[in-house]
């Protein structure tokens, strides 16, 4: 790892069919930092937290996430990176304990770390046994941020985590994610929720037409 | 870095498959139904006790082919219904993995298919199954779902996902299947000794399903991951 | 990095416009020749087959085309699989095994009718399960396939990554299915051999027309693969730079002072 950084972008493009969604992407995201993205819808943002998912390939720049070549070990950055994107990725036939253990069986946590990411979501005990087809939206959204903390991700991407929660599920977020840099964790989270994400960020960056407007402090 | 075994990953996905669908019926409910009905209608159509009895064996394979389709489309329905599937890939989740797991979920589902395909033979065609046949007739219907279970994974997998790609799936399935239909239909018609066949004849196209199977399978293992890929 | 500029003098098109170069100019025209011999040979200076009269002559295309069609599936497979085996593949691979199967399904269509006719003309049926014709529709469908796959869109790695996987499974296939036809139709020993190539008395100036058949329609496909997989080359050229003018547009949207 050259710089030391969790996130090294230069110069990077990233297109959906003719569309370039990211048009020369550079910056850079240091350990520990709450970095929030903002911007008008169409910016490049999803892209972005995508990209640095390994989900998207890059059409042409460079780019390290956790020291590894975006180009080339899209694949390993996978394992150490916890995404939450627009949907949920639950199996609405399955309750929640089943929809979270399925999580955690793949990482291999134990069942005792699945029910701890249940009761600090909210949704423990005989919550957890209702069939995810039968919640609501911001029950639905809580699970899947259950699902991401078993993961123990070292690099946190989450696209508009707040939406749908209540105003206790969003503090309980903010929570976690606090928790999480101070373990160690890394956090960029893209979010049009203002007032509460200026709080929780230790940087803010402007997106816009596919590139960073400012880095500001 | 978290193990990832293929098998154990497999067996994590193959389980949540047939959890799901041991929680909402849909194959045993709805698919399994519809495969007989196809069944009484090949009847219909063929209106011919003597040829339908001769061509049992075939008419058991086909109707498992028309349920495969839907069966598949149901399988990676489940992932791409709130981006499951998409999640998985981000999470790093080993893709021989998925393959594995998905596909010996489909062949749990499939066997279950193909016993009720075959109990309706027996009864609407009057085809019999001695003792001695029996053992050929599962190890073709093993072989053959696995070689099927395989199949359909791979082209499954290419088709899940955007919005219109469902369409593809028969177009490349079939010619896929063509040497299982074949097979299949040749040692199970052997099995019932219809079409002037004997049991022993029918091994041979078990080692064609057996060979379809094991092509299928390294094939899937390896071609998994970029047909899933963005 | 991935825009393949691949264009080397060897087969750089020449300024006056227009895709041709010496060599594939020099097959095209060997192909004109051969075909006109074929087709003069074919027509008027063979004789007609003691069986089945003029319509052997239908031979001259079938047999080539069906061989062509085999010669565009080994060349998409091994492209298919070059593409998958080496470290730093060059697009021109994947270019090479598209272009390939276009032209392909074209001479397989045609083995397919005229295989049809010549059934229809000697043994009354449009349609005959020899292996051989067998094998060939399913190619043909597997290649409408392949062709429906390299449609759906993506960068140029994605589609080439993806349609070498389905080319490479379809080479796995292809032989299980040609494997299997066989042994199905050698179960129906009273149905002989129903291929009206199979009782032809061939006399030397047959034989050669055959050979030169089969020659004529080889120049024809290289010819149409060379430039076709230049067709795609320009294609993926001129959305390079539909690119490009894309992201200086989207550059300027923003209106600001990049960081």
Known sequence: MKTGNIVEMHDAVVVYGDFPALAGMTFSVRKGEILLLQGPNGAGKSTLLRTCAGLTPIFRGTAEVLGHDLRTERDLVRHRVG??????????????????????????????????????????????????????????????????????????????????????????????????????????????ELERTRQLATRVVQVSGGQILDASL | MKSQSTLRIARVVAGKDLQIEFRSHVVINRIVPFAALVMVMFAFA???????????????????LFSLFIIVQRSFAIETADGALDALRVAGVNPAGIFLGKALALVVQLFLLEITLIGAAIVLYRV???????????????????????????????????????????????????PV????????????????????????WVGLLAVFAAVFGVGGLSAFSSLIEE | MYGDNDMNHDSTPDAVGGVATTTSRTIGVLAIVAMTWVLVSGLFLTPADINQGDAVRIMYVHVPTAWIAYLAFIVTGAASLAWLLKKSPSLAFDRVAGASAEVGVLFMAMTLISGSLWGRLTWGTFWVWDPRLTTTAFLFVTYIGYLAVRGLGGS???????????????????????????LWRSLHQSASVLRPDGDVKMDGLMLFTLFSGVLAFTFTFLWLVIHRQRMLLMRDVVGEKGLEAAIRERRRDHGGVVA
């Open chain 1, 83 to 192: 995404f939450l994107g627009h949907s949920n990725g639950l199996f609405s036939d399955l309750t929640i304990r089943e929809n979270v253990m399925f999580w955690s069986r793949l990482v291999d946590a134990g069942d005792d770390e699945t029910e701890a990411a249940l009761e600090r979501m909210g949704i423990g005990g005989r919550l957890a046994d209702l069939r995810v087809g039968e919640l609501s939206a911001g029950q639905k959204r809580r699970c899947s941020l259950a699902n991401l903390v078993v993961r123990r991700a070292e690099l946190w991407l989450l696209d508009e985590p707040h939406a749908g929660l209540d105003g206790g599920g969003r503090d309980e977020l903010d929570a976690i994610l606090r928790q999480a840099v101070a373990s160690g964790a890394t956090v960029i989270l893209a979010s049009h």
């Open chain 2, 46 to 64: 063929l209106d011919d006790d003597l040829l339908l009895a001769r061509v049992a064996g075939g008419l058991v394979w086909l109707a498992t």
């Open chain 2, 128 to 178: 019999h199954v001695e003792p001695s046949s029996a053992v050929l007739l599962v190890t073709c219907m093993f072989c053959a779902t696995l070689g099927l279970a395989f199949v359909g994974t791979i082209f499954g997998g290419l088709a899940a996902g955007m919005r219109g790609r469902e369409t593809l799936l028969p177009l490349l399935m079939l010619p896929a299947i063509a």
């Open chain 2, 181 to 204: 239909l074949i097979g299949a239909t040749k040692a199970t018609e052997a099995a019932f000794n219809t079409s002037g066949m004997v049991t022993s004849e029918g091994w041979p």
């Open chain 3, 156 to 182: 140029p790695q994605q589609r080439a990554q993806r349609s070498a996987v389905i080319a490479s499974l379809a080479v796995l296939e292809i032989p299980l299915v040609h494997f299997s036809v066989v």
